[in-house]
């Protein structure tokens, strides 16, 4: 009973570590194909921005989907 708990555990993460690197990529696809005109009017460190973004959004939505989907099966 305890492996099946751990091997749907070890699923759920699998899962939400490839859903977000895809994501990931596909985000920076699409600041990639922002014309040139859109990063100079930017005043702050553009660069920094598109890392934050990606690191804090990716980390949200990657921890929800390993803790929390698991969990709703408990329900």
Partial sequence: MCFCYFAEGVCW???A???T???RIEYLKSVLRQEVGFFD???D???FQVIATITSDAQTIQDTIADKVCMLNYL
Avoid: N
């Fill in 17 to 19: 570590e490839r859903q």
């Fill in 21 to 23: 690197s895809r994501m």
């Fill in 41 to 43: 009017k930017q005043t």
């Fill in 13 to 15: 993460t699998r899962t």
């Fill in 45 to 47: 460190s553009t660069t």
